[in-house]
């Protein structure tokens, strides 16, 4: 019988895999769950370049970096297993450096920049020497779900440009290393298209973090800030790819950022069922084992049944990634699927675990705060939604003309 | 046309309500929003008493309590609305007077106490001057969902009893100013029955808070305890109501508690459909009002419906109360749609909203974890479905033998 | 304690809905059940008449007709619970003449019609005398869930109007004594308003019944067909209420006519959970009686939930209905969750009973053939959501800008 | 890059694919919509021969079949995209010969049957001249989704086995040329064990078809039966494997048999997905085109997510099940997410295409009602999620005991 449909994984990514679950467990979880998973409150940067030196004596250390910079050049279907082993703690994406927004920056310049930016940025970000953050989403009325309405000008000036505009959920922002700022070149806000790439030392001139906005999530270090740029000069060689291709390079990074967040909230998700299962597998109640009664085994097997279908949906996504396609459709399916699941799982552990779920002397609750903006980042549900519906529609009025 | 069905509240009651929102939009939603929900951080029991006198100046305090005490002698019919306008600031049941558990021991000591025992313990309760804390929950595998596993016992001694036991989640007990004790008087943990209630004042001997359990709603003054009662005395003069119908009376308790909780947290789930309201109906995006896509209208029409069932819900779940039924079924009806609903009212609210929906920047999150346990307290939702199943099997087998 | 909240029935409905349960147990079922539920083949309207016939020996006859036209002139109040009786069998509707059109246009017609119609039309149909169907919708581009559209065309001539244009869905016209008209009397289709009704009995020339559309649910007499009306002469006199008032007229019909609907397809949705309560007490199955099971228990419970709050908010609109209200709101929301309820209801019944869920031998799975449409019919839930969403939004404005 | 991971089908495979879809569209959806998907009312058997011959005359007969038998020996995973291909019609299986329960037989037959067997059995079944029945599931109390319960006895008696019993739900036993019967060897109802299975031909005495339990499905030919076997004596010869391990073997029928269920109605809910699609890119409403409405794109959206994740799920059973694993977990969490997501498709099918979704007009009410039992069939969702779940804790209390 022959066959080409393959799932196995490579014994060395497997081993990876087994090496990364036993650094979360041995040297993440425990920070993490002693700050109650606030990486701010844990230390931030300090923490990061602790837990970094750590990673680096595992052998577990960005290992999706290209391998010219140190790293392990996993493809996107070897990531997988790795990053959901890493986002067991939310703290693991920080101890392994492939956490948002610098994993998507570093596999965005490792497609586009050229030989300068690769030394300059890509070099020292790879390596965890920086941090950086890719500024793009704008507050009202500016571009936000809504690509077409970026505003942020980058208007030409003597040897480079200048730019100007105001920027919102900036990830990272604060102490970042460098920015990469999407910024209009051409047209309007609301023209498609026109959109530029630049890079920015972090302590350029007019570059501003005005505040964070505090969300529910509290692992990512430099948080989610809102920035003023004012006059910001960046150098013709500090432009990134051509000028007004800005959204197309987007592109290189949108689907494997959006797949990489999937993996590491998986991790999360998978985290919580443990949890829960742990809970229900001793307590008793009711005559029995809590895991024995009916609506507890529905909740666990909704758990198992959520998170089998987020992992088939990504494992096809990374797949046709791995193949040079935009997976644009499988990539919203993915992350779609995955953030509302994951939501449900943890979710649905809390409920398992009674008054304890929503306490902290669990860390449902917190994972719950930690997962529930996923909805939201990297494209609300509603605009994937709307993205995969406009493909779908346009795809039977395909067939019907043919 | 003769009509009996009458939906339509007594001016009395349509004016309260008007009067109780003004009092929370004025005195209470400032500093609920100034200290972010946190109740404690707010102030604690300084803050309860300084809103509590507002209340009293603005005549809208403890509109429960019996008129002798000084309330209003609302049925649980007119309640309803008066709680939910109360329920839009997480602090206004505090504010008010009318959160648990006080709440509910008012209402079962009018039911319950006698003379000495309303006089010492109810008018104090019931005018603000004491706080009062319900002590029936214990950890595994003690009394929980299942009541029946009741482990704190009452040993008879000369004059009264003494109780010793653990009790958790005992909300409001730091700084109760009594407590009323669930224990066992006969049998043996697994059996039915057999419990009494004791009124203990909080200073007692033996009365010792152990800890409090983080949760995530932050509203409560006094936390939600682990507590350990080690040889209280309890004279026979504070057993309340007769020895071994501790379950029978906490009956009394049950259906109305559950009841005031819906209205209560159905005050913050209309808050968050109007903070998303506002939000979507000024935002643009994608060429439009927010307000004016189909998703978010099925958002929108989605939380619409939710609040109207439940509240239409609560309305029957009241009559029959007010009727002087149990109103078992039509209270857990109520009590677990509401709170399934209430979570999907915050969730939708959040998802509207976008990023801001999970940040500091709106009250929602706090609110979704503010409601978020209600789907656990008072009874999760799968034990509640089980006893709505239970009686359900139970009419059709009465019929079938019929 | 002082009440205004009353949900109690009169003496006289509750006796009402006993015989009308009787009635059905032992007149109706018998037939529906021969039959398998279709109406056609038991008969049409000699069924019908037969039934009409023993419903006004036993008294329950259209008792929601004028109490000139010798009903009982029910409120829409007291009408829930005695068509949820009826509906109980799916053919209950119309051995009542309770059934969908008829009802509603008695309704109307009491409303509008002046003597002469009332003698006329009205009469007749509250006797049983003849059906009587609605030609609203009409075939793609026309009207259908977006009334604006209304294509079929009435011209002046002498002494009264020519009416041509194609309806589709028009349910009871074959066979119907008398149709009511919808048609544009000014404005182009698109233009809001500008629809008149009209009366014409059933043999005027250039009425047309094109076809039958076969449904899933088979209770209907006279079928939902496609009509052509052709130079169809309507005299003045028979035109119903003020000319280019058509759209107004129906708002009189819509909402009673939804409740309605509820009401009857409650009965359905209540058949199903006793059918699937007697086969989960009786079974046995994994070491017990099915009813034991918690996943079973969840469905019974979730299918009381649903019964319980479709009923809840099916008792709010009727109250405003009969308060004078046009009560689009409360009725959208009734309509909208009670036709999903219903769904889910017969649904989850159907997965109590297994294999015979599915099969002939028990009625469920012709009963979820019966009430699929009604998420559909009535506007589909789309239409209503998007309608709800808009009035809360522009309650939403209206705050914001007070 | 190293990749391992691969999710593309050889090219004989996306060939045979397209040549199925071209064969389906041309000689098996015309006459399934003649006879709106009645198979017995297009000939049953005849129709079935007639199908059968034109499938082979275009290469695509009976594809899974070993290549010994005439067949082309596919995996599971090669099986997925041919199977759901054929599927698009509910008449597509029994033309290709890939139908339950005979799809089966032959997967298992090829497992278990010895030579003679295989001659007498496999071969004619492989080739389509005749059809087969697997009889395991008993009426109440027998073994129904509770397989210990079995009660059909087989006693020994010289030169084999005498089998009494009764069996219920056993699709294609009307005309079936051989039985597959389970019964027990050992042990009584309610032990764990002691079946074993036995061929018998269609005509031995004592077989009997008592009666047809009509469900709502019609594309199996030969219907689900209820059945006696009195007296059936069948000669140890036609002993299918070993005494006693009747179960063990049925585990080899059953992950496959339920996968291949999936891969057929996925096909149904790709077409119910297309119809609608269709329906919506074409048609006009309030302003615009249906599939330009929000609420709509979320329905398109969900549908193309629920296929998705199926697809990905039976993706990853059959590669499980390809490697030698028997694939319980996966198979099952495949089966029953696939039933309810495929119920799910088509009722939002339904939904976009308002009135003429539920009529006979489009194929879709009835590809609703061909789907339904699908969630029942093959273990109903609560029995697998009841497994699901059970295999979670058991894996969860083993990694405590670590």
Redesign the interface.
Known sequence: ??????????PE?VELVARTELFINEHVLPVENEFRGDVTAAGGDDLRRELNAKAKAAGVFAPHAPVEFGGL?L?M??RAPVFEAAGRSTFGPVALHIGAPDEGNVHMLAHIADDRQRHEYLAPLAAGAVRSAFAM?EP??GA???PN?LSTMATRVDGGWKINGRK??ITGADGAGFFIIMARTSGEPGDRGGATMFLAPGDTDGIRVDRH?????KSMIGG?CEMTFTDVFVPDADVLGEVNEGYRYAQVRLGPARMTHVMRWMGSAVRA??VA??Y???????GGRL?D??????L??????DL??AR??L??A??EL?QGSHAS??TS?AK??GAEAFSRVVDRS??MC????????LPL?RL??EL??F???DG???V???A???R??G???KE?QA
Chains 1, 2, 3, 4 share one sequence.
């Open positions: 019988m022959l066959m080409t449909i393959d799932l196995s994984y490579r990514v050049g493809s279907s070897d989403t009202s009325p936000g779900a809504d309405a919102r959920f906005i505090h969300t529910t999530d989610h069922q443990k299962l742990d229900v597998e001793r307590r008793q109640g009711f895991a009664l009916g609506m507890i085994q529905q666990v097997a909704d758990n198992e049944i089998a279908a088939a949906l494992v096809r990374c797949w791995d459709d499988s399916i779609t699927f809390i409920q009674g008054g304890l779920g929503v306490s902290e002397d609750a719950a705060d529930r903006p909805r939201i980042y609300p549900s509603e994937h939604r709307w995969i519906a406009k779908a529609v795809r039977a009025r019907r």
